[in-house]
């Protein structure tokens, strides 16, 4: 009999698919978490697992939106924990989940991507070798992921601000934008220079159109799940509502 293999199952749906995958690993310890703090629960204080499968981006039946937590989240914790284990990644193919599929491949836990239309049987099998020590081949960006902007430094951070500002919807002018934001009024006024060579580097708008604000208002739509998501995980989460704005805080 071979070593029991520790797997970690993080999704809201993994306990419909718990009792497949204890046989489909046996020898093994399945642990399912279906959201951020029975993550925390699971690892916090225990033996590391031998391989994690994550949703890449988190979705309950009939929500109306993504969960606040989402598998880069979770690499997020796992390092905080002194927990890092290889991460299975399982995906939709939808091109709304590009954003989150270019940082994560980037992620030197990023053990391999599985399609959720996958066969569990086909799941299994690369767990069970990423458990092993395997990884498999993860697709090459076509182009800068929005991760590396964003992170780029004070810039980059100021562009994340707005951006994330506007994909929480609340900001529809510049001073509502420098307001929730914590940017100056002359920062918010300069948002197509900060998130405008993001778009024109990436193909995401025609150069032969003015690149307006109004043009970044909708890019940042269009990519909102992502920018949310990234906003939380940096310490923005005030731009989104969700935390208290830095004192006298005019990045830019």
Request: charged share 25%; aromatic share 6%; proline share 4%.
């Amino acid at each position: 009999m071979g070593q029991t293999v520790r797997a970690l199952i993080a999704s809201p749906l993994g306990h419909h698919v718990e009792e497949r995958f204890a046989r489909l690993l046996a020898p093994a310890s399945v642990e399912v978490a279906a959201d951020g703090d029975e993550v925390r629960r699971a690892v916090e204080g225990r033996v590391r697992f031998d391989v994690v499968l994550s949703d890449l981006t988190w979705r309950r039946p009939g929500a109306d939106g993504c969960e606040p937590f989402d598998g880069l989240a979770l690499l997020d914790l796992l390092a905080e924990l002194d927990r890092a284990a290889p991460v299975v990644y399982a995906v939709q193919g939808a091109w709304l989940e590009q954003d989150f599929v270019d940082e994560a491949v980037g992620r030197a836990e990023t053990a391999a991507l599985v399609r959720k239309t996958d066969t569990v049987d086909g799941m299994g099998a690369v767990v069970r070798a990423v458990a092993a020590g395997e990884r498999h081949a993860l697709p090459v960006p076509a182009r800068r992921p929005l991760a590396s902007w964003l992170g780029d430094g004070r810039r980059g951070e100021t562009a994340a601000r707005m951006a994330g500002a506007i994909a929480s919807g609340r900001a529809s002018d510049t001073r509502s934008l420098a307001r929730a934001a914590s940017v100056s009024v002359s920062t918010a006024e300069k948002l197509a220079s900060y998130v405008g060579p993001m778009m024109l580097e990436r193909g995401e708008h025609d150069p032969a159109l003015r690149l307006t604000s109004a043009s970044v208002y909708r890019w940042c739509a269009l990519h909102a799940v992502f920018l949310v998501s990234w906003c939380r995980r940096h310490g923005l989460a005030d731009v989104l509502g969700e935390g208290v704005a830095r004192p006298g805080a005019t990045a830019g």
